[in-house]
């Protein structure tokens, strides 16, 4: 089968590279990818923008694509589904109306709200007065979340009511978010765990991935501002069988079955950000309509199915007798960034990796191949992941293949796992 995967960062070098590995997948196509799906056997890159739908269109047409599987939110939530299947190509993803579960936060918590599924409590705002007289009325700490897309940016935890009342006029009147904070969730404050709980589903079937946790912080400690993710590791002992039942039964089950019920059925990757509280109970702090980053890179390296064909199947409606096959062994990912990644950073450095292995593997993300050196070339560029016997030993495997980078503008997290050990 030939598949073409859509995005550039590490996600998707791990979903194609994942792909590449079964004899019955000829070749991966990943649009526009990187310096790491460039180098992979079987994989080429393509460069068409992962948003230009009527390009993807025509190459998925041209090149006898059996599957698209779509790595970021952009495209799912301009409608690439919707597209593709109205030109009988076969996708794995959500629909344009179902993408909006991560599109906009207020259709989220709504949506939440009226079946009953655990999350804070919250109202929606699109005026600054009655937002402030809310987090007066409810005090600190309290959340404040701009509705549309914020590339992970758009949510503040304020500690004080000066805080919160700077964010709302921030985005509401400051226009910090554009169109995507014109309307603001502001919500109760949750304290416990995250874990990130992620399933595959083609409408009506529910094939859960395995589980993991990532670390949002920029530093150690889970200090410093939030970033995409800056390393990820699976499986995440703090899903016990109790807390996966619940997430399953309270959580993804009745999702599925609102989603389908109101007439907007949902296929592809859901991913529910948990927050677990000391009982074990859960509640949603959000839905992305996709795959993580960088959860995805430890988790690929887990997986002995054939992705590409669970994605057909999901697809097709057809996950029902679909199962999932995982090494036992832990998978830990360290993320290596670009220094003063998330704000401004410097590119094009030159970086030389370390050989990989079936148990160690370093991940591209914001990368360019140019005179074949690699060039880091965004915020997060790599992911160095490994394999070990043990959540320990697998964090000891990755930072010693981090140590074996060369690359002097980098920044990464010294205590990835340490929430698991
Ligand atoms: P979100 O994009 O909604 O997942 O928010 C980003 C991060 O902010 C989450 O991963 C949490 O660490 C934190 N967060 C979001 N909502 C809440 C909440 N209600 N209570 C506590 N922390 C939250
Ligand atoms: N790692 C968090 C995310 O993918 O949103």
Known sequence: MNVLVIGSGGREHAIAWQCSQFNEVKRVFVAPGNAGTALEKKISNISIDSENIPGLISFAREELIDITIVGPEAPLVLGIVDEFKNEGLAIFGPSK???????????????????????????????????????????????????????????IIANSIKEATDAINDMLDGNRFGEAGSRVVIEEFLEGEEASFIVMVDGNNILPMATSQDHKARDNGDKGPNTGGMG???????????????????????????????????????????????????????????????????????????????????????????????DSRSSLGVVMAAKGYPHSYQKGDIISLPESSSSVKVFHAGTVLEKEQILSNGGRVLCATALGKDLKDAQGRAYKLVNEVKWRGSYFRTDIGFKGL
């Open 97 to 155: 109306r179902a993408s909006q579960l991560e599109g906009s936060k207020v259709f989220c918590k709504d949506f939440l709200d009226r079946n009953n599924i655990p999350t804070a409590y919250y109202r929606a705002f699109t005026e600054t007065k009655p937002a402030i007289d809310y987090v007066k009325e409810k005090g600190a700490p309290i959340v404040i979340k701009a509705d549309g897309l914020a590339a992970g940016k758009g949510v």
């Open 232 to 326: 990820a590791y699976s499986p995440a002992p703090v899903v016990t069988d109790l807390v996966y039942k619940n997430a399953m039964e309270k959580v993804i089950r009745p999702t599925v079955d609102a989603m389908k019920s109101e007439g907007m059925p949902y296929t592809g990757f859901l991913y529910a950000g948990l927050m677990i509280n000391q009982n074990e109970n859960v509640k949603v702090l959000e839905y992305n309509c996709r795959f993580g980053d960088p959860e995805t890179q430890p988790i690929m390296m887990r997986l002995q199915s054939n992705l590409a064909s669970l994605c057909l199947l999901g697809a097709n409606g057809s996950l029902a007798n679909a199962t999932a096959e995982w």
